[in-house]
């Protein structure tokens, strides 16, 4: 295949009918120079991808503005039915060709894991594409040392320096993954100049452009023309979709032979559970969203049925890997609007009843999913409904409700922002606060999920957790109960007990190590324990933005439009979380600091009382009378305990009643002679 030839016209719809052409002739169909044209194929394909896909720091056409003709010819080429991807399932069963992937390109864990030959700890998509070069004199090192000195099961230097080799399907499927999660490129800068004749007053001058210099940014030999675009507006989305229904074949409830689980463990382990950012960052907008695709793909099918092992293997994948990236998410993503992303991303997730229907700021009342049959789902994913709950209230409790005026900046996470060096698809968060539309539309997301049916179910989890975790019990049976829901019967409180102990490990871990009572799903509240402090001050929070724009004097009707939505907003989240009361919840969360100010401010005019009060006059023999103890309880006067005279020993020789007596002798004695010696020494 002549890449001159192919590339030079620089015509995306002539290339990739060429393309398909070639695959079609010289490899699918066997002749007698097969091997060579598939050699030549095979040699080619790093480039092809590159000019197609693009790279970190490369425009592809993915990348690039193309005409509709383009778009669909590039289609065409990627589909799962065309010349193209057959011709590279059709290579991969020769072992022949293969590709070794350089380390520098994986990411850092991997490496190590690589580099000390412990292949066992490999995610599954490494686990068996592993190899190492034999060297003779390592292997004879090796040898000799498990010989003669003691067999060990760490890894040693003769599984060490192993290398990650792809056949043709395998390497072409793991770069199409990975170009979700590079950083956004930004178009380059050109550096401007100006030419001798502008030192010359009174002769015009003319702007001289030179070629950008931006090191992360490069262009192809045979780069097409056009404007730089995001992948979420080319062909990208719709080919990776096609290719989940090749791969991920849950209607057909098996995996292809050609590929097996390869497609879906690139999904896992590039799309979420490498995906790491920094505090104050987010992720590019285009790896967000093709992560939610790759959910709504998931929960698009009944994850009530047990009975599709692809659908059941998919969902126990992808469930715990995804609790830990929306965490990470949560934690570290900036306060800004943009954080509807990862609260969409958790929706999608965690009302699968919906099929994958992006989520909306008004949902249906009449949904249901405890009579509809999603207990046992709600039940293996309670670390979504508590731990990932919090975190979002602990962000929501911060909100302010400002009226911002959004600016052309507001809510970006475009192409065109630089990534941040060291963080893999990580972006700079766009300094601008949040917004009043912003926070309230985060607000509803998370009200929209909770369902009045399922907050008496996460009440039965929740008081099933503090009892396994606190012995805490109340007058019901929880694990009955639960049994009774989910299984329609009672007698399964064994296994409902089993998968709790299994939560509750991991929300511990989640948490530091020890477990704390989440308190949000709870019906008897008291002072002691009452309801979960960060979202008494989410309602707080609301309440006291609607007061201010009750307040104000500026722009009546808007303000008041403001107050109205606030209070709609308090009021539905109160009842999702049956909250009846928010005075007694603010009298409760209050009662401790009130109790705490009325006990120093009794300390305080005791002091009062004895810095004012006469001292007590005392009897020679050392008593007083009962009249005079009361009014020094009372602290009308003060027991002058100096002027008390002692009876007996000295009173620094007088043991106390914490003292014994023959040690502070011992004591007294020594301190005395150190004295007598530090005072010869000295003088």
């Known amino acids: 295949m002549n890449e001159v030839n192919l590339l030079q016209d620089r015509n995306v719809a002539t290339i990739c009918r060429s393309i398909n052409d070639y695959c079609l002739r010289y490899i699918i169909q066997p002749t007698s120079s097969q091997l060579y044209f598939i050699s030549s194929f095979c040699s080619f394909l790093p480039t092809l991808l590159v000019y197609i896909f693009g790279s970190p720091t490369t425009r592809g056409w993915l990348q690039t503005e193309l005409s509709p003709a383009e778009e669909s010819n590039l289609k065409d080429l990627l589909a799962v039915d065309r010349p193209f991807f057959n011709s590279l399932i059709l290579i991969s069963q020769n072992s022949d060709y293969v590709y070794d992937i350089t380390s520098d390109s994986l990411p850092s864990d991997i490496r190590r894991i690589l580099a000390t030959g412990a292949t066992h700890l490999l995610p599954r998509v490494y686990r068996d594409l592993t190899y190492r070069e034999d060297k003779l004199d390592d292997t004879i090192v090796d040898i000799r040392t498990a010989a003669t000195r003691q067999s060990t099961l760490l890894a040693n230097t003769t599984g060490a320096g192993r290398k990650i080799r792809f056949n043709c399907i395998q390497f072409y499927l793991y770069y199409i993954v990975s170009v979700s999660t590079w950083p956004a490129l930004t178009p380059p800068t050109p550096t401007t100049m100006y030419n001798a004749a502008q030192k010359l007053p009174g002769i015009a001058y003319r702007p001289v452009s030179t070629p950008p210099t931006d090191p992360t940014y490069k262009t192809l030999k045979y780069q097409i023309p056009g404007a730089l675009r995001s992948i979420s507006k080319s062909v990208y989305s719709d080919v990776m979709m ?100 990862v609260i969409d991303l958790w929706s999608v997730w965690v009302a699968p009843w919906r099929m994958g229907s992006h989520p909306k700021t008004v949902e249906a009342a009449s949904e249901d999913p405890i009579k509809d049959g999603w207990a046992l789902f709600i039940l293996d994913n309670v670390p979504f409904y508590f731990h990932i709950v919090e975190l979002i209230l602990q962000r929501t409790a911060t909100f302010q409700y400002k009226d911002n005026i959004a600016t052309p900046s507001m809510s970006r996470m475009l192409p065109g922002v630089p990534a941040v060096p060291g963080v893999p698809g990580g972006t700079p968060a766009v300094a601008n606060p949040s917004t009043f539309n912003g926070e309230l539309r985060i607000l509803y997301r998370l009200m929209n999920v909770l369902t009045p049916g399922m907050f008496d179910f996460l009440c039965l989890v929740e008081e099933a957790l503090d009892f396994m975790q606190l012995g805490i019990m109340n007058s019901r049976d929880p694990l009955k109960e639960l049994s009774l829901i989910c299984y329609k019967t009672a007698g399964h409180e064994k296994k409902i007990k089993e998968r709790l102990d299994k939560l509750s490990r991991m929300m511990v871990l989640l948490d530091g190590g020890i477990w704390k009572s989440k308190r949000l799903y709870v019906l008897n509240v008291s002072i002691d324990r009452p309801h979960n402090k960060d979202l008494i001050r989410t309602l707080e929070s609301i309440l006291n933005a609607s007061s201010m724009y009750s307040t104000q004097k500026n722009d009546k009707s808007r303000r008041q439009d403001y107050a109205t939505q606030l209070m709609t907003a308090h009021r539905l989240l109160s009842q999702a979380f049956k909250i009846h009361s928010m005075s007694h919840q603010s009298n409760m969360m209050s009662s401790i600091s009130n109790n705490a100010n009325k006990a120093m401010s009794y300390v305080n005019n005791l002091r009062i009382n004895w810095a004012n009060s006469p001292s007590l006059s005392v009897s020679e023999d050392g008593h007083i009378s009962k009249k005079e103890i009361n009014k020094i309880k009372k602290g009308k006067v003060i027991y002058p305990t100096g002027s008390v005279s002692v009876v007996g020993q000295e009173n620094k020789e007088k043991p106390r009643s914490y003292e014994c007596h023959q040690v502070l002798k011992w004591v007294l004695h020594v301190d005395r002679r150190l004295n007598q010696c530090v005072s010869a020494w000295i003088f």
Not at 256 to 276: S, V
Not at 320 to 329: A, M, P, T
């Open 242 to 341: 096609d290719y989940m229904r090749r791969m991920i074949p849950i209607s057909h409830k098996r995996y292809p032979q050609f590929i097996g689980t390869f497609f879906l463990d690139c999904l896992i382990e590039l799309w979420i559970r490498t995906q790491w950012i920094s505090p104050n960052q987010k992720l590019t907008a285009e790896n967000i969203h093709h992560i939610t695709l790759f959910i709504k793909y998931i929960v698009g099918h009944d994850l009530r049925l047990k009975d599709n092992a692809v659908l059941n293997e998919l969902y126990e994948s992808v469930r715990d890997e995804l609790c830990f990236l929306v965490s990470r998410l949560c934690i570290n993503w900036p306060k800004n609007d943009n954080f509807i992303q």
